[in-house]
């Protein structure tokens, strides 16, 4: 922005930002106001649009530039303007606190993010209280000041340091009594008042999730008596109600480790177990969102206690009570309410696996027993529901997460034994269709987990399941569908019940609501019966002839071409051919008409639809070739090539076709290995031409594939670096655009995989060429790229890089490599562990780490005393304070990291010693990354 703009132009956009009738309008408003708070004037602006309180509008825009500005750029502003700010922040939050309480949150939180960085402002707490302690009409502000304090000490938008953030939870702590006092105080004034309740109860909740509360203090004190008499009121309002909850919840959460705040934990769980009779009350008055807040405290207290749950069940803080509370939650006839205490359940089953005490499992079976009782009967559909269950609306998740569940902690109950009791619930009686229904569901979640083994029950609920009438409901038809789909082994067992069964899945096939179901079965069927299927290759292949006569989703057409493929490869070898290229006829028939602009005759004219479904063919015909046999496949693919060829050439500016060629091509090279070495030339030469004009990354990876398969041919390589020098030229271009790296994060991931296939197949190629200098500026530049797959790409190539250097795998090129890599490392060492320090500590984010560990680990195995020297350096350079005067590492902590690292005996050790040091540092160092220029 050039130039400071007047305030009238600032009011203007702002209306416009909220009142321009006009969408064009509002935007170009929108776009003028976020360049304004990126810019210095921000800070004066919005001072004085907070002074001036014209209107709302302009007070928010304020006080939100405010808080971002802070949050932000607070490196911006110089120390000795610091006072001045924190002075202005406080007088625009008393006098603005009647206008808007979404600008009183906004100014807090500018308050509080100035108080986490300005180092200078000591016991900001103690300021606070004592300045408006004894102004009723400053405690609303206060006590949301004290609010946000304990929430923003962990906010990802502010990056404060590890000692910094130390600093401050120690000050807190020391206040937090203080804070507890006023909290107390304010009810006592307050009495009823609701407004009041709620900023306490907020205020209270987030010191507890902050953890800094004294446990003993707490409870002795009569907030918590407050708490449960608000909750055990049935007149309490749905607000309040809420607040109140959501402190408990957070108290429960704040004393996880029971056995160290035993007197807190003692009140918390006798607390909690009043609220059973104002739950029944809630449920009787239909009240859902009071129902769902108890059942989330009844869930937290059972997660909070789950470890002495487990380790004394029924005796003191184990009671089993709290078991029978989220059950009669269970009981309850809406599902979100039993949604709620999922976690704790797979929580309870993951502790009972790991320990596997039979006595101990013989104590909890029947809570599981009566849980998966409920769960099927809230799995059942209204019984006036028409079609078939739908899986994408929230129902439908539902049941996903319930078919989760079960499979989690069926092995309580035991699979054969709760199978068997689901389908004597059906044999028994005469149940209604939505009974059925959800019992097969339940039946087809734990199918795979019971032992197909001469089980009769299995065999005789596969016989029944295949014999259903057409006359049911098409959703008993549906799910019994799936059903059969998961008991694929029992047919693989049983293979009497295969025609049957593909007989049942084929009438589904033809039906529209049951297609894509059908398909997904036959495709499990096809997947573990592939030795029993091979008789049925030939109606597999009609299917697949006519895919698009039945109604399938993607998904479920692509899932039959791949069970297809899978029982293609185990035809006998003289077969495979004629098969093959009957199977691709259709996809290549459809991609010719498309080249050729004929009509599909109502096919898709997508290509992507058909180069799909020859990719996966691809992927899964893996026939067993012995040695030097010709690859039945080879034939069929030299034949395909010219039309993925002209596909490719035809449709080179398009992305999403281009990339799913390069998918297509990829599987096909990956099918017949060194058999597709007659396509390496032509594949290559036309990757490289579309490349210099459309550089899709796709390429890139497909040239990592080449590279993987061909790497080691001899009479490859050398064709294989022209390839790889072709491809760099451009993809450097590209990366050493303005944001480059960030905006192209694929080709980064993409490049790398290549380089590290010719580190892999042929390091001395490499590290003989020109480009390798080239490819190794590019990794430095792009350490601190956060993108998870790019830099983890980035990362196993400079590992792989100089391992090359180091592992002595008795090859006569050893100390050839050894030697490149030592005048690699020469070059650009001391720069890669300065990059790789600075992007830990300022880029990117923690679960980065290892990899980074694993480069730095290879450095020192290369040359330890170098690395020891160029670690020192980069420690060096590392900026030791804040702009807020806080300082983000002492001398102690960068000579005990080092002797950390450079002392290490595994890569482990020096990961754990990076994760330590780098806990979240601030970005005050900011002016390193932006002078990082790709070279």
Same mark, same amino acid.
């Given at each position: 922005?050039?130039?400071?703009?007047?305030?009238?132009?600032?009011?203007?956009?702002?209306?416009?930002?909220?009142?321009?009738?006009?969408?064009?309008?509002?935007?170009?408003?929108?776009?003028?106001?976020?360049?304004?708070?990126?810019?210095?004037?921000?800070?004066?602006?919005?001072?004085?649009?907070?002074?001036?309180?014209?209107?709302?509008?302009?007070?928010?825009?304020?006080?939100?530039?405010?808080?971002?500005?802070?949050?932000?750029?607070?490196?911006?502003?110089?120390?000795?303007?610091? &006072?001045?700010?924190?002075?202005?922040?406080?007088?625009?939050?008393?006098?603005?606190?009647?206008?808007?309480?979404? $600008?009183?949150?906004?100014?807090?939180?500018?308050?509080?993010?100035?108080?986490?960085? %300005?180092?200078?402002?000591? =016991?900001?707490?103690?300021?606070?209280?004592?300045?408006?302690?004894?102004?009723?009409?400053?405690?609303?502000?206060?006590?949301?000041?004290?609010?946000?304090?304990?929430?923003?000490?962990?906010?990802?938008?502010?990056?404060?340091?590890? @000692?910094?953030?130390?600093?401050?939870?120690?000050?807190?702590?020391?206040?937090?009594?203080?804070?507890?006092?006023?909290?107390?105080?304010?009810?006592?004034?307050?009495?009823?008042?609701?407004?009041?309740?709620?900023?306490?109860?907020?205020?209270?909740?987030?010191?507890?999730?902050?953890?800094? /509360?004294?446990?003993?203090?707490?409870?002795?004190?009569?907030?918590?008596?407050?708490?449960?008499?608000?909750?055990?009121?049935?007149?309490?309002?749905?607000?309040?109600?809420?607040?109140?909850?959501?402190?408990?919840?957070?108290?429960?959460?704040?004393?996880?480790?029971?056995?160290?705040?035993?007197?807190?934990?003692?009140?918390?769980?006798?607390?909690?177990?009043?609220?059973?009779?104002?739950?029944?009350?809630?449920?009787?008055?239909?009240?859902?969102?009071?129902?769902? &807040?108890?059942?989330?405290?009844?869930?937290?207290?059972?997660?909070?206690?789950?470890?002495?749950?487990?380790?004394?069940?029924?005796?003191?803080?184990?009671?089993?009570?709290?078991?029978?509370?989220?059950?009669?939650?269970?009981?309850?006839?809406?599902?979100?309410?039993?949604? *709620?205490?999922?976690?704790?359940?797979?929580?309870?089953?993951?502790?009972?696996?790991?320990?596997?005490?039979?006595?101990?499992?013989?104590?909890? !079976?029947?809570?599981?027993? !009566?849980? /998966?009782?409920?769960?099927?009967?809230?799995?059942?559909?209204?019984?006036?529901?028409?079609? *078939?269950?739908?899986?994408?609306?929230?129902? =439908?998740?539902?049941?996903?997460?319930?078919?989760?569940?079960?499979?989690?902690?069926?092995?309580?109950?035991?699979? %054969?034994?709760?199978?068997?009791?689901?389908?004597?619930?059906?044999?028994? =009686?005469?149940?209604?269709?939505?009974?059925?229904?959800?019992?097969?569901?339940?039946?087809?979640?734990?199918?795979?987990?019971?032992?197909?083994?001469? &089980?009769?029950?299995?065999?005789?609920?596969?016989?029944?399941?295949?014999?259903?009438?057409?006359?049911?409901?098409?959703?008993?038809?549906?799910?019994?569908?799936?059903?059969?789909?998961?008991?694929?082994?029992?047919?693989?067992? @049983?293979?009497?019940?295969?025609?049957?069964?593909?007989?049942?899945? %084929?009438?589904?096939?033809?039906?529209?609501?049951?297609?894509?179901?059908?398909?997904?079965?036959?495709?499990?069927?096809?997947?573990?019966?592939?030795?029993?299927?091979?008789?049925?290759?030939?109606?597999?292949?009609?299917?697949?002839?006519?895919?698009?006569?039945?109604?399938?989703?993607?998904?479920?057409?692509?899932?039959?071409?791949?069970?297809?493929?899978?029982?293609?490869?185990?035809?006998?070898?003289?077969? $495979?051919?004629?098969?093959?290229?009957?199977?691709?006829?259709?996809?290549?028939?459809?991609?010719?008409?498309?080249?050729?602009?004929?009509?599909?005759?109502?096919?898709?004219?997508?290509?992507?639809?058909?180069?799909?479904?020859?990719?996966?063919?691809?992927?899964?015909? &893996?026939?067993?070739?012995?040695?030097?046999?010709?690859?039945?496949?080879?034939?069929?693919?030299?034949?395909?090539?010219?039309?993925?060829?002209?596909?490719? @050439?035809?449709?080179?500016?398009?992305?999403?076709?281009?990339?799913?060629?390069?998918?297509?091509? !990829?599987?096909?090279?990956?099918?017949?290995?060194?058999?597709?070495?007659?396509?390496?030339?032509?594949?290559?030469?036309?990757?490289?031409?579309?490349?210099?004009?459309?550089?899709?990354?796709?390429?890139?990876?497909?040239?990592?594939?080449?590279?993987?398969?061909? =790497?080691?041919?001899?009479?490859?390589?050398?064709?294989?670096?022209?390839?790889?020098?072709?491809?760099?030229?451009?993809?450097?271009?590209?990366?050493?655009?303005?944001?480059?790296?960030?905006?192209?994060?694929?080709?980064?991931?993409?490049?790398?995989?290549?380089?590290?296939?010719?580190?892999?197949?042929?390091?001395?190629?490499?590290?003989?060429?020109?480009?390798?200098?080239? $490819?190794?500026?590019?990794?430095?530049?792009?350490?601190?790229?956060?993108?998870?797959?790019?830099?983890?790409?980035?990362?196993?190539?400079?590992?792989?890089?100089?391992?090359?250097?180091?592992?002595?795998?008795?090859?006569?090129?050893?100390?050839?490599?050894?030697?490149?890599?030592?005048?690699?490392?020469?070059?650009?060492?001391?720069?890669?562990?300065?990059?790789?320090?600075?992007?830990?500590?300022?880029?990117?984010?923690?679960?980065?780490?290892?990899?980074?560990?694993?480069?730095?680990?290879?450095?020192?195995?290369?040359?330890?005393?170098?690395?020891?020297?160029?670690?020192?350096?980069?420690?060096?350079?590392?900026?030791?304070?804040?702009?807020?005067?806080?300082?983000?590492?002492?001398?102690?902590?960068?000579?005990?990291?080092?002797?950390?690292?450079?002392?290490?005996?595994?890569?482990?050790?020096?990961?754990?010693?990076?994760?330590?040091?780098?806990?979240?540092?601030?970005?005050?160092?900011?002016?390193?990354?932006?002078?990082?220029?790709?070279?």
């Amino acid at each position: 922005m050039e130039g400071k703009p007047n305030l009238t132009l600032v009011f203007q956009a702002v209306q416009a930002l909220y009142h321009d009738p006009d969408p064009a309008g509002k935007e170009r408003a929108s776009v003028w106001l976020g360049e304004l708070q990126r810019s210095m004037y921000a800070w004066e602006i919005a001072d004085q649009l907070l002074q001036l309180k014209q209107d709302v509008e302009s007070c928010y825009f304020a006080a939100q530039t405010m808080k971002m500005k802070i949050q932000t750029s607070f490196y911006e502003l110089p120390p000795e303007t610091h &006072n001045a700010l924190r002075d202005s922040l406080l007088t625009h939050i008393q006098n603005l606190k009647d206008l808007s309480p979404i $600008i009183v949150t906004q100014l807090a939180l500018a308050i509080a993010d100035l108080a986490l960085q %300005m180092a200078s402002w000591k =016991g900001c707490v103690h300021t606070l209280i004592e300045k408006y302690n004894n102004d009723i009409s400053s405690m609303p502000f206060l006590i949301e000041i004290l609010t946000v304090l304990p929430e923003e000490v962990h906010s990802r938008s502010l990056r404060i340091g590890a @000692n910094r953030r130390t600093e401050i939870i120690e000050d807190l702590a020391y206040y937090s009594s203080t804070v507890v006092t006023l909290l107390t105080s304010c009810v006592e004034k307050a009495g009823t008042e609701e407004k009041m309740l709620i900023k306490v109860f907020r205020c209270l909740g987030s010191w507890f999730n902050l953890g800094v /509360l004294d446990s003993n203090f707490m409870a002795g004190n009569q907030l918590l008596m407050v708490l449960f008499q608000v909750l055990q009121r049935d007149e309490t309002s749905t607000n309040l109600h809420e607040a109140a909850s959501d402190c408990v919840c957070s108290a429960l959460y704040a004393i996880e480790n029971v056995d160290t705040n035993m007197g807190l934990a003692l009140q918390l769980f006798q607390g909690v177990l009043t609220l059973e009779t104002a739950y029944h009350m809630a449920v009787a008055r239909e009240d859902l969102d009071k129902v769902l &807040n108890y059942c989330r405290i009844f869930t937290e207290l059972c997660e909070t206690f789950l470890e002495t749950t487990v380790r004394s069940p029924g005796q003191g803080m184990g009671d089993l009570r709290t078991l029978e509370l989220l059950l009669i939650c269970a009981g309850h006839p809406q599902y979100e309410v039993v949604e *709620i205490s999922f976690n704790f359940w797979y929580r309870l089953g993951e502790h009972l696996y790991k320990i596997n005490d039979t006595a101990l499992h013989t104590i909890f !079976r029947p809570y599981i027993q !009566r849980l /998966l009782h409920c769960l099927a009967r809230h799995c059942q559909l209204d019984p006036d529901h028409e079609g *078939i269950p739908e899986d994408t609306d929230d129902f =439908g998740e539902f049941r996903m997460r319930v078919s989760d569940l079960v499979k989690d902690v069926i092995f309580l109950v035991g699979s %054969m034994e709760c199978f068997s009791q689901l389908y004597s619930t059906l044999k028994e =009686g005469n149940p209604s269709w939505e009974v059925t229904e959800a019992v097969l569901f339940i039946m087809a979640a734990i199918a795979k987990s019971v032992d197909p083994e001469n &089980n009769p029950t299995l065999a005789e609920v596969l016989q029944q399941v295949v014999l259903l009438p057409e006359t049911v409901h098409i959703a008993v038809r549906f799910t019994s569908i799936e059903l059969v789909g998961e008991m694929s082994e029992v047919v693989d067992r @049983n293979p009497r019940f295969l025609d049957p069964v593909l007989n049942y899945l %084929m009438k589904g096939l033809r039906e529209q609501p049951l297609a894509s179901a059908a398909a997904k079965s036959i495709h499990n069927i096809c997947s573990v019966c592939r030795d029993h299927m091979a008789q049925h290759f030939q109606g597999l292949l009609d299917i697949a002839r006519a895919l698009d006569t039945f109604a399938l989703s993607t998904e479920a057409a692509v899932g039959l071409l791949k069970g297809t493929a899978l029982v293609l490869a185990r035809l006998p070898l003289e077969k $495979i051919a004629e098969c093959l290229s009957d199977l691709c006829a259709v996809q290549v028939l459809a991609l010719k008409k498309l080249l050729s602009e004929e009509s599909t005759n109502g096919k898709s004219a997508d290509p992507t639809v058909w180069l799909d479904r020859l990719a996966v063919i691809f992927r899964h015909t &893996n026939p067993i070739v012995e040695n030097g046999q010709t690859h039945p496949c080879q034939k069929v693919i030299q034949e395909i090539w010219p039309v993925l060829s002209d596909t490719l @050439n035809t449709h080179q500016a398009d992305n999403r076709i281009v990339e799913r060629c390069c998918r297509c091509l !990829r599987f096909a090279v990956r099918c017949v290995g060194k058999g597709s070495a007659n396509l390496l030339q032509p594949l290559v030469t036309q990757m490289v031409s579309v490349y210099q004009v459309y550089p899709h990354s796709c390429f890139l990876y497909l040239g990592s594939i080449l590279v993987d398969e061909y =790497g080691m041919e001899e009479g490859c390589r050398q064709g294989l670096l022209d390839m790889l020098q072709a491809l760099c030229m451009p993809t450097f271009q590209l990366l050493e655009m303005q944001n480059g790296l960030r905006n192209h994060p694929d080709t980064v991931d993409d490049l790398f995989r290549l380089a590290t296939r010719f580190v892999q197949r042929s390091p001395v190629t490499l590290l003989s060429s020109s480009i390798i200098v080239h $490819i190794i500026q590019c990794a430095v530049a792009a350490a601190s790229l956060d993108h998870r797959d790019a830099n983890c790409s980035v990362m196993k190539f400079m590992r792989d890089l100089i391992h090359t250097g180091v592992s002595n795998d008795h090859e006569e090129d050893f100390e050839l490599r050894k030697q490149l890599i030592g005048q690699a490392m020469g070059q650009h060492g001391q720069q890669l562990i300065t990059q790789l320090m600075t992007s830990c500590c300022f880029c990117l984010p923690p679960y980065t780490l290892p990899d980074v560990a694993e480069v730095l680990w290879e450095v020192m195995l290369f040359d330890r005393p170098t690395f020891c020297r160029w670690l020192e350096n980069a420690l060096k350079a590392l900026p030791k304070e804040t702009s807020g005067g806080a300082v983000t590492v002492t001398h102690k902590q960068l000579t005990d990291f080092h002797k950390q690292v450079t002392s290490a005996e595994e890569c482990k050790q020096v990961c754990w010693a990076i994760r330590e040091f780098t806990r979240p540092v601030p970005i005050a160092a900011t002016f390193s990354l932006h002078r990082l220029i790709f070279c």
